[in-house]
């Protein structure tokens, strides 16, 4: 398909805006203070933290 110079497809478009709103979240979250567990959260999120499986044995 013919595509003239300087003129960038809106797939790539889109594609530059999504992976620019994911980057931004996950700043955001890599960032925010956590408030603990309170409001609307999982109910396994009250379970004591456990050693990851392949950590255990260290």
Same mark, same amino acid.
């Given at each position: 398909? %013919?595509?003239?110079? *300087? /003129? =960038?497809? /809106?797939?790539? =478009?889109?594609? /530059?805006?999504?992976?620019? &709103?994911? =980057?931004?979240?996950? %700043?955001?979250?890599?960032?925010?203070?956590?408030? *603990?567990? &309170? *409001?609307? %959260?999982?109910?396994?999120?009250?379970?004591?933290?456990?050693?990851?499986? %392949?950590?255990?044995?260290?």
């Amino acid at each position: 398909m %013919f595509q003239p110079k *300087g /003129i =960038i497809p /809106i797939s790539e =478009i889109l594609l /530059i805006y999504d992976t620019q &709103k994911a =980057i931004q979240t996950v %700043f955001d979250i890599r960032n925010a203070t956590p408030r *603990g567990l &309170k *409001g609307d %959260f999982h109910p396994l999120a009250k379970l004591p933290l456990t050693k990851h499986p %392949f950590e255990a044995n260290k």
